[in-house]
């Protein structure tokens, strides 16, 4: 397989089949099951993916996990939730061999739930801090990314938490990696959501960007 998709697990069961389904015959899944108690981790073996155990609570403990095993020319970072259609990696694929160093799709909602008000008001700030603090292109720092794998494991991302896609851009940028952004579908997720249902989640994601962009 030429690419590898890390995709982030924490309680999606429910998600699980509709995602693994997609997932382009040129790439391997790997789920990395971060605390499931829903037996997601068990499911996703059945399904055919490959399972990383990643015990550290935190999406970039998990990403980073999902980047350690992998072992394709080229990883892909998608959530698991059902709001990203996997196969999209293909319209990152097709930036990269057009000579971008990063892809980074840009989420499009397919209807009014699908990005919280909330959520894409942060997020929109977010982007224009990223842009006023690195150059990097970006309008959206969306959850759905691609480059090589040695050249991400060389940017050596510290962070653990919701901050990873945030410093992978800014350490990308700082890299002078060419990044572009690619427009992808926005789903409304599968299931319920342990970030954007709720203020108390969404807060805590952004807070965890913004510490990200400072450090």
Known sequence: MRIDVV??????????????????????AIVVDNGSVDGSGDLARRLGATVVDCPTRGYGAACHAGLLAATAQYVAF???????????????????????????????????????????????????????????????????????????LALAVPDRRSGYPVQTVVRAARAGWRIEQVDVDYHPRIGRSKVTGNVRGCLTAIRDARAALAS
């Open 7 to 28: 995709l982030p697990c924490l309680d999606e069961a429910e998600a699980l089949p509709w995602v693994l389904d997609r997932i382009p015959a040129e790439a391997r």
């Open 78 to 152: 998608c959530d698991c939730d059902g709001s990203l259609d996997p196969r999209d990696v293909r319209r990152l694929d097709d930036a990269l061999g057009n000579g971008a160093d990063l892809a980074v799709g840009r989420r499009r909602p397919t209807t009014r739930g699908a990005f919280p008000v909330l959520l894409r008001i942060a997020n929109g700030e977010l982007a224009r801090r990223v842009r006023r603090r690195s150059g990097a292109p970006v309008r959206d720092i969306g959850p759905l990314r691609m480059a090589e794998r040695t050249a991400l």
